[in-house]
């Protein structure tokens, strides 16, 4: 496989996102590599792209961002066997430890130890993604590339992990149309434009192909 990959990357303590070429990220003995497929821009990713206070105080440079996607497994480490390679994905954002009181209660949504996939560990806008093996959220195949890729926000605020993804995931089976929530389809060469439009506030969901890199 390559071992370099296209990334957006914030290079600099600065307003903006580069496209740059980064090592593609090496999965530990738990860890899935995925390839990413479509990724959406989420307020996060606004905050950080006009390095605003939050993210002077919370994300280090550089840093390829983004956390919102789908892919395709394409590696897993040793100890990774529940995902079969070629299985189609996203992932929960919010990496805890497992260890502290909280993780061992079972309240890994009250970790204080989170890391954030594209906040403070490498993110989604990339060609490949790393994330340890339990994060990772298979996709039934009836639910489109584009909605996989946009589950991330539906319950972001005081959710348990993981239980938004399966209700969201029923619900979209059941019928549920959330297609119109997405305004732009860009390439990812054109991300200055999906960016553009997610900072003018006239814009739904954002979603950005990578499969023609
Ligand atoms: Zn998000
Ligand atoms: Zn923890």
Redesign the pocket.
Known sequence: MQNQMKALVKAKPEPGLWMEYVPVPEPGPSDVLIKVKKSAI????VHIWNWDEFSAKTVPVPMVIG??FVGEIVDAGAAAVKFKIGQRVSGE?HIVCGTCRNCRAGRGHLCRNTKGVGVNRPGSFAEYLCIPEVNVVPIPEDIPHEIAAIF??FG?YGREIFETWYKMIALVQSGLDVSGLITHRIGIDDFEDGFAAMISGNSGKVVMDWEDT
């Open positions: 989420c307020g996060t990713d956390h919102e954002g991330d926000p972001i």
